[in-house]
């Protein structure tokens, strides 16, 4: 499973971002995509997940309000919708998905993460 993702760039603060990250494979099923951003000199942090057999969210304090993962199951593709976006979410972003794969042994959960995408936010 290969994933990547598109939609990091500049913009202003208060303003508003959608990244994408696009799952591609055979004979998988996403469990639970996740969003991580690492900033210059701080260590990678957990940003969002989602666990789709319930539905639930998780969001870390300082986005919760302000970004909204979701996951379009058909296209296997997953989101992070980023809102009212502040300098201090000036990060390198990554997906990543925790995937339930079949194969002819049977099946077994991976996890893959995607290349990252630059999300500036200018004050």
């Known amino acids: 499973v290969q994933l990547v993702e598109s939609g990091g760039g500049l913009v202003q603060a208060g303003g508003s971002l959608t990244l994408s990250c696009a799952a591609s494979g055979s004979a998988f099923s996403i469990r639970v995509p996740e969003w991580y951003r690492q900033a210059p000199g701080k260590s990678r942090e957990l940003v969002a997940s989602l666990t789709t057999s319930s539905s639930s969210t998780k969001y870390a304090d300082s986005v919760k309000g302000r970004f909204t993962i979701s996951i379009d199951n058909a296209k296997n593709t997953m989101f992070l919708q980023m809102n009212s976006l502040k300098p201090e979410d000036t990060a390198v972003y990554y997906c990543?998905?925790?995937?339930?794969?079949?194969?002819?042994?049977?099946?077994?959960?991976?996890?893959?993460w995607g290349q990252g995408t630059q999300v500036t936010v200018s004050s």
């Open positions: 990543h998905a925790w995937v339930w794969e079949t194969t002819s042994l049977g099946g077994r959960q991976y996890n893959y």
